[in-house]
């Protein structure tokens, strides 16, 4: 299939991320930074600041959407990097399409803060949500990348601790093996210029601390996933996180769980991030809407 502008346009935009290597993850999350302000959210988008019990967060909202209705929303950026900042056009656009309010979680991130850092912000945002009047069957906790792994790590978490689950989790591009051991990660290492196994494994290390990459909070796929609620898995068929795609909607599957998956022909990383330039992006999110809308009450 021949690539289209707008996917060259994107593509090119991920080579310039890669072309040069940052010299510390400082460096690395300025030239994420920079290179995600030119995607900003519509005008109409509501942005501002709040406290979910202790974890800074940014609540951002299309315009006329039901605030009891809610999407908590978990960045992506191998746990190193981003935040609800670099995220906003994305959590906007699904905010719109799914006809909920969104809550962006800023947790707290690697090397400085290795696992279960980010887990356990995470699980203190939806406990937050909990306790300030919305029902579990009215959210949806949803992400991209490594933040696709935290829905997972919190579902995980919130059905081991005895919490009532949220209606249905939405993973775009999730990233839920830290050992790296899909097949491909070799065979789509030619097609994937911005996900690389030796900046990805190095990630990893960087986020576990010494924990057990296989720690199911860690890895969801190593985790017994019976009784989770749906899920919707997007994938893009040219990245080298595909496997993690694949194998876990086979691990869902065997523990019943009731799972919607699709494989984006020659789409990229999180390519939603690109929604206002790639029609595919936008597509794909107003298909999780979609989703989400049939699941919240």
Known sequence: MATSPELARVIGLMKAI???????????RTVLDQAFAE????????????????VPCQWITAPDTPQDRLII???????A??????????IGRLSRASGAAALGVDYR???????????????????WALGHGFEPSNIVLAGDSAGGGLVLSVLLAARDSGIELPAAGVCFSPWVDLECSGASMDANDHLDDFIK???????????????????PWASALYADLRGLPPLLVHVGSAETLLDDSTRLVASAERAGVDITFKIWEDMVHVWQAFASILPEGQESIEEAGAFIRKKLV
């Open 18 to 28: 890669r072309a040069k290597p940052p010299a510390d993850i400082h460096e690395a």
């Open 81 to 90: 990097a981003c935040s609800p900042t670099t995220h906003q056009d994305l």
């Open 197 to 215: 196994y030796g900046g990805l494994s190095a990630r990893a290390e960087s986020y576990l601390g010494g924990a057990d990459p296989k720690h």
């Open 109 to 127: 991130l690697a090397p400085e803060h290795p696992f279960p850092a980010a887990v356990d912000d995470s699980i203190a945002a939806y406990n």
């Open 73 to 79: 929303y978990f960045h992506g950026g191998a746990y």
């Open 39 to 54: 995607f900003k959210p519509s005008s109409d988008v509501t942005v501002f600041e709040i406290d979910a019990g202790g």
